[in-house]
């Protein structure tokens, strides 16, 4: 007989299905508490660093340049105080077989999902990570279907998202574009057991495992270059998958004293899942739409739990407006010479910001860059926001900046000012989130050192914040 | 007339709006759950006819011919003018005065 397709058969069934396609069983992590064997997890691809290098590097992942941005340097140091403004690093990503540094997420993913015995990958992704898989799909020679979500109920479609469906489908991957709506994933898991693919999920082990090598990748380059490790690396945070595997490998290769910032486009006040707002984003990623929740609730994705944990890495979580984005990275090509973006210029924005406050010895890298293409760059992106109706014109983006209503440039360089999240208030977040699932304020003392671990904390402050929530 | 293999794009509800998860914002949960694929077409077909397609991944997918030959329009947009006052802007900030 045929299983059922409605929503809420497909959506009771996703454990099963979700082990068929992973080919792991996630319950061997769990110890019937609210901890769970996060290094465990981690543990269980099997693959050493060195082995995901070597994976990486038989299909051309990995070992990307770093560029070293003097001009916008330059331009850093005119705003600094005497003596700062550290040298702006970007380490090239964009260099990658698909464009970006999903490539080395996707790299061990489909390496696993092949020696397996899957027939296909399938992965639920609107942005460059369908791409990366796309790519790997094709070059182990696997079946590929990506899940979008792409149009907003009157069919219109974001054109960055359309640009990804176009690559994807250019390494022969089938797209399946949806409109609004978390039903996404009730979408993917229909086609997952209708096809027994892997799940090459974004928050797999093997997805966060793979984005180690950059973070090493990263110490060893600044090392060899420039004699030390950098002293701020800038990670564009959305999933949350960036920030931790960066940052395990930074400390993979001892870099202790570099600081691990994420930053977020502000998109405080659209909502993810509404069909009007849809359009109103002038930035399909890289936002705090993204970058908050996954940061203090990381276990809602397409996993049971997620091997991307940001809010155990970041020391500091900083927000820029979406018109400093387009400004830098107009900046980027007029002033450097690469075309680059629109994702990874999330943390140029911020750098730009950030090494203004280093001394001018220091070096200050952004882990990323991605390839830009039509859909994907500052000027279709400003056209669709107008034809959309936001407003936009120069001013300061910090007093002006409404999202979905307004993009506002920098009336000039100085106006590219971060604004620091509270990461006690998240943290605090995580814990109240993380105790409601678990049903009870009342935990132990192993998961009250769980929950520090969870939010890069003390058992001290866990236990303060309890106490405030019962 | 779309001919048995043409390569056509296709469009279909999943779930309708009553069928959608129960918390979706308001604005999202007035509207039903669609889905656009591409594929072979399997057999003779007019435009808003219903269909079955093999797609890229061999998987049989139903729903309404929408397109034949599909193809993408995206681009790098219209004409931004603030683009040309930032280029000036950071030109003059760095190297003005210089020449």
Known sequence: ?470 | MAKKGDWVRIHRVVLPAEGRNPNLPADTAKVPLEMWVKGSLCADAEIGDEVEVETATNRIEHGTLVEVNPYYTHSYGKFVPELIQIDRQLREILFGGEE
């Open chain 1, 1 to 470: 007989m045929a299983l059922a397709k409605d929503y809420a058969s497909v959506m009771g069934r996703n454990n099963e299905i979700m082990k068929e396609a992973m080919g792991l069983d996630y319950d061997q992590f769990e110890s019937g508490k609210m901890r769970f064997d996060y290094e465990g997890l981690m543990a269980s691809t099997g693959y050493t660093l060195e082995e995901i290098e070597r994976v990486q590097s038989l299909t051309g992942v990995g070992n990307t340049p770093i560029l070293e941005l003097r001009n916008l340097t330059a331009l850093a140091r005119k705003y600094a105080k005497p003596g700062y403004g550290a040298t702006i690093l970007a380490k090239d990503e964009a260099a990658n077989p698909s464009g970006s540094f999903k490539a080395r997420r996707a790299a061990c993913a489909v390496a696993t999902a092949k020696k397996m015995g899957y027939k296909g990958v399938m992965a639920a992704t609107s942005g460059n990570y369908g791409a990366a898989v796309a790519s790997q799909a094709a070059m182990q020679g696997l079946k590929c279907i990506i899940v979008q979500e792409c149009f907003d109920s009157h069919g219109v479609g974001q054109p960055e998202i359309i640009e990804k469906a176009r690559k994807c489908e250019a390494y022969g991957a089938e797209v399946v574009q949806l409109t609004v709506g978390p039903e996404l994933f009730y979408t993917f898991l229909s086609i997952l057991e209708d096809t027994g693919y892997f799940n090459a999920s974004l928050y797999s082990p093997y997805g966060i495992a793979g984005v180690e090598t950059l973070g090493y990748e990263i110490a060893m380059q600044c090392r060899e270059k420039y004699g030390k490790d950098p002293a701020m690396v800038v990670c564009t945070s959305a999933g949350g998958g960036m920030m931790t595997g960066t940052a395990r490998g930074l400390m993979k290769a001892g870099a202790t004293n570099t600081k691990c910032v994420a930053a977020s486009i502000d998109l405080t006040g659209l909502h993810m899942a509404s069909d009007t707002a849809f359009n109103k984003k002038s930035c399909t990623t890289g936002h705090t739409g993204f970058g908050v929740p996954y940061a203090v609730d990381p276990d809602h994705s397409d996993v049971p739990r997620s091997a991307a944990r940001p809010l155990r890495y970041m020391e500091r979580y900083v927000t820029v407006k979406q018109g400093d984005v387009m400004y830098i990275t107009e900046a980027l090509a007029n002033l450097e010479g690469i075309e680059r973006g629109p994702a990874g210029n999330t943390a140029l924005a911020a750098a730009f910001s950030l090494a203004q406050e280093l001394p001018a010895d220091e070096y200050i890298i952004i882990s990323e860059t991605e390839y830009t293409g039509a859909g994907k760059h500052v000027q279709p992106q400003l056209a669709f926001a107008r034809e959309n109706g936001i407003e936009i014109r120069f001013g300061d983006p910090n007093k002006e900046d409404k999202p979905g209503v307004n993009i506002i440039l920098p009336k000039d360089p100085s106006y590219i000012k971060t604004i620091d999240m509270d990461l006690v208030h998240m943290r605090k977040s995580f814990i109240k989130k993380a105790c409601k699932k678990y049903g009870s304020f009342d935990i132990d003392e192993d998961d009250i050192a769980f929950l520090a671990e969870e939010t890069n904390s003390t058992p001290e402050f866990v236990k303060k914040v309890l106490e405030e929530l019962k």
